[in-house]
Nanobody, 116 residues
Framework: QVQLVESGGGLVQAGGSLRLSCAAS????????MSWYRQAPGKQREMVAS???????NYADSVKGRFTISRDSAKKSVYLQMISLKPEDTAVYYC??????????WGQGTQVTVSS
């Protein structure tokens, strides 16, 4: 019943900025963690950033200082503001929500391509 839809991906030059959005539909309640993951071709999926329902954030070392994750005031969506983008940031970015350890929901992904 829960659906996550990412948007905001695209092609940017190195040093540019991009803002990803993830809109949730369906009823979401309780303690949750919303996260952005990314996966480049031939590479493992990695966690980029996460934010809990209490507002606690966590970032991969590779994006600290450049990416900012946030949730809207109604906890209906999550955003990833990306600045100073590098070619190595190129990947498909996925939004996910986790309820404890038993359930997770994933978006379809949005492509981010950073040219040099």
């Amino acid at each position: 019943q829960v659906q996550l839809v990412e948007s905001g991906g695209g092609l940017v030059q190195a040093g540019g900025s991009l803002r990803l959005s993830c809109a949730a539909s369906g009823i979401i309640f309780g303690i949750d963690t919303m996260s952005w993951y990314r996966q480049a071709p031939g590479k493992q999926r990695e966690m980029v950033a996460s934010i809990t329902s209490a507002g606690s954030t966590n970032y991969a070392d590779s994006v600290k200082g450049r990416f900012t994750i946030s949730r809207d005031s109604a906890k209906k969506s999550v955003y990833l503001q990306m600045i100073s983008l590098k070619p190595e940031d190129t990947a498909v970015y996925y939004c996910a929500i986790f309820y404890g350890s038993s359930r997770s929901y994933w978006g379809q992904g949005t492509q981010v391509t950073v040219s040099s």
